[in-house]
């Protein structure tokens, strides 16, 4: 599945939990999160700490896969690969 927004992880989210036969309750508990942020979520609430979410993919069995998209044009304006090692030499 080709995910390009919160609203398209969540659909993944509510399809895999009623797939597993769990309420939204019974997955905002085992997850450690209120009932409510299970609803907003899956209703595409934009805001949803990245935290959390992965929290719950984890325990659906989900997984996120980043992928260049291809797009040549794309130029970024710093280095990640730089940014990355200069963090793991200075934890």
Known sequence: MRVRSIR???SAVRGR???L???QAELAEV???????IYEFEGG?????????????????LTIT????GD???TPSFSLD???EDHRYHE
């Not at 997850?31 to 942020?37: A, H, I, L, P, T």
């Not at 934009?46 to 992965?54: D, I, K, S, T, Y």
Request: charged share 35%.
């Open 8 to 10: 398209d992880v969540a």
């Open 45 to 61: 609430k934009p805001r949803a700490e990245f935290v959390l979410v992965l929290r719950v993919l984890e325990y659906l069995g």
């Open 82 to 84: 730089a940014l990355l």
């Open 31 to 37: 997850v450690g999160v209120s009932r409510k942020w």
């Open 21 to 23: 036969g769990l309420s």
């Open 17 to 19: 939990r009623k797939d």
């Open 72 to 74: 040549e044009t794309f």
């Open 66 to 69: 980043i992928d260049d998209d």
